[in-house]
């Protein structure tokens, strides 16, 4: 008695099935996979937020977005990261750092260990939606690879950018941050939250209130000059003068040429972005998160970044 079997049609048409579930199977699963990183960034961004409300606690006052320099005979080196390290569980990471050392010379800063805490991977400032982090892989000049990035950055608001090519967004636009970039030690000069530089700012300085203000968003450092430095280096910062996922990322199929959509000039790569679709991840003052569509009205959006605009906000 012969064993029955497949023959050749039945067997190619059972792979042609099992290859079209497959095919259907396999979206969905990279969208599960995509909505699981997404939870696991906008919870990094909460407990930023927590972070920056402890150290306001215990300080009255904000971190700077770049301590530069000397007030008091105190050196006040590190940014905003640095300086929230103990209240994201880093303590040890903040104990090793040299606060007496020059700015840029932070990175030659060792920890007891003999490790360069520059090179050190910080899981809560890192989304899991970049496939380039922790690395920085834009090499070169005073950046090196193995320098660890961070995907969320200070919001300088809707602050001047007057460097570099005229890409249409100079900022500015409610004549509260005219320092370029927010390079300011002075508060009047700064529209946003955090100045890149040294002006710190106290929860009576957000005057359109804490829940209408943007604090951070997501970044993706690779793609722009202004954030490539890591968490630990500084003068990291982001605005929402450039539009949110304006396109700078070298590996974007399809990114427009010009020198508007290269990640070295500010006025298109000093913005939000993210590799989520349609948007970014925002922090507010009050330490909410939330998600801001790309498509936002560009008005909207400089109201949301601005701490004291004084105008409402409106739906969005």
């Not at 989520?276 to 400089?302: A, K």
Request: proline share 5%.
């Amino acid at each position: 008695m012969k064993r029955a079997g497949f023959t050749l049609i039945e067997l190619l048409v059972v792979i042609a099935i099992i290859a079209v579930l497959i095919s259907l199977l396999l979206p969905a699963v990279q969208q599960a996979r995509e909505a699981a990183r997404r939870t696991q960034c906008k919870n990094n961004l909460k407990q930023i937020g927590l972070a920056l409300h402890n150290y306001h606690d215990t300080h009255n006052i904000f971190p700077a977005g770049h301590f530069i320099g000397v007030t008091g005979g105190a050196p006040r080196n590190g940014t905003v990261f640095v300086h929230i390290l103990p209240y994201v569980d880093q303590a040890p990471l903040y104990s090793c750092y040299d606060f007496r050392i020059p700015v840029l010379a932070e990175e030659l800063s060792l920890c007891s260990d003999g490790t360069n805490p520059i090179a050190k991977v910080i899981p809560v400032y890192n989304c899991p939606s970049d496939h380039d982090q922790p690395w920085n892989t834009w090499a070169g000049g005073i950046f090196s690879d193995d320098w660890t990035i961070q995907n969320y950055a200070p919001s300088a608001g809707a602050q001047a950018i007057t460097s570099g090519t005229d890409c249409g967004f100079p900022g500015n636009v409610f004549g509260t941050g005219s320092a370029n970039v927010g390079m300011s030690c002075q508060g009047s000069q700064v529209s946003g939250f955090f100045a890149r530089t040294c002006w710190s700012s106290r929860i009576r300085d957000i005057r359109d209130g804490m829940s209408n203000t943007i604090a951070m968003g997501e970044t993706l450092p690779n793609c722009s000059s202004g954030q490539v430095g890591g968490w630990l280096w500084g003068a990291t910062y982001a605005t929402t003068t450039v539009p949110i996922n304006w396109r700078t990322c070298v590996d974007d199929i399809g990114r427009p040429s010009g020198a508007c959509y290269q990640r070295d000039t500010p006025q298109a790569s000093e913005g939000f972005k993210s590799n989520h679709e349609g948007g970014v991840d925002i922090l507010r003052g009050d330490g909410s998160v939330h998600f801001l569509s790309e498509n936002i009205d560009y008005m909207t959006y400089q109201r949301l970044g601005d701490r004291r605009d004084g105008q409402p906000i409106g739906e969005y």
